[in-house]
């Protein structure tokens, strides 16, 4: 063939692989942090660790970094979120009390694979600032394709279980945090505390019109903090989890509905929340719990 030609599908294929070959087990992002980081407790919020993390994982994309372009094959041509979990630690949480954050204070997003499924990532996260670890969490992701969910196979699914391997024998790949089981509101179980109305913004969804994840879970912790009285009581939140059950575009109405928890092997100061659509084809398109920790506990 003419040496003009473009090169085949099979060529790019490889020096896809070849490129991610070469990636390192863990993926850092320096952070300077902006005084809207900082909430009225001196803390950084629970939304800027959401931020920063998401940074990281979009940053990951464009760099060699350990895996969200292995989700990337075979047809795939998105990754999307399903899960998101983030826990603040204690030392995180007491530092704010003791020693309060300042602008421009550098802090660092780390990831790494933290578990290999079938059509699915799970990354471990930290944020940390000097040696201090601040939160660590994990996001699960998958890739979609125009058949739907897009499995790991072949080489991609060998590098990332040579990845996952790395990272679990790095200290700093080292995490306790976990996923909670998030299921649908049962009345027998739970008590409504109010809900939250909204429209979808264009500020909040992204190029194809959806609603972005940060987005989404900003729209959780808000309408927790604008409506539940204890949260006065509290210093922010110490857990947050969501995971995703359908999409939402832009304009479409929804209905933000806070419960608390009543199951007795929770403290009381866990809060569920769930994000329906209230228009058209209606429904749960998220399910989010948050966990608060007392003041007079730090």
């Given amino acids: 063939c003419s040496i003009f030609s473009p090169p085949s599908a099979t060529v790019f294929f490889f ?11 863990i993926f850092s992002f320096r952070i300077r942090s902006i005084c809207r980081d900082i909430d009225q407790s001196a803390r950084f919020s629970i939304h800027s660790y959401l931020k920063w993390l998401e940074e990281c994982r979009m940053l990951e994309m464009s760099k060699t970094g350990p ?3 292995l989700l990337l094959g075979d047809g ?17 949480a007491a530092r704010g009390k003791t020693w309060p954050f300042r602008p421009a204070e550098e802090v660092v997003a780390r990831q790494w694979i933290h578990r290999v499924g079938n059509t699915s990532l799970t990354f471990g996260n930290s944020v940390s600032t000097g040696d201090t670890v601040l939160c660590t969490g994990l996001v699960t992701c998958v890739g ?8 790991l196979q072949g ?25 909670p089981e998030l299921t649908e509101p049962q009345s027998s179980k739970t008590t409504s505390i109010g809900a939250f109305q909204a429209n979808i913004r264009p500020s909040e969804c992204n190029l194809s019109q959806h609603m972005d994840h940060g987005a989404t879970a900003k729209l959780c912790i808000d309408a927790l903090q ?5 949260y006065e009581k509290y210093c922010p939140i110490q857990k947050f989890s969501i995971r995703y059950k359908k999409e939402l575009r832009q304009n479409d109405p929804v209905s933000v509905d806070l419960y608390r928890m009543d199951d007795t092997n929770l403290s009381p100061n866990v809060f569920g929340i769930s994000v329906r659509k209230t228009s058209g084809n209606g429904g749960i398109t998220a399910l989010a719990r948050a966990e608060m920790i007392s003041e007079s506990k730090l």
């Fill in 155 to 179: 080489e991609r699914l060998e590098l990332a279980k040579r990845l996952r391997k790395s990272a679990s024998e790095d200290p700093l790949c080292h995490i306790s945090v976990t996923h």
């Fill in 67 to 69: 895996g969200i372009r």
């Fill in 76 to 92: 795939a041509f998105n990754v999307f979120v399903v899960s998101q979990t983030v826990e603040v630690s204690r030392a995180g």
């Fill in 226 to 230: 604008l409506n539940v009285k204890e």
């Fill in 15 to 25: 020096l896809f692989i070849a490129t991610l070959d070469r990636m390192s087990h």
């Fill in 144 to 151: 979609i394709g125009k058949s739907g969910l897009v499995p």
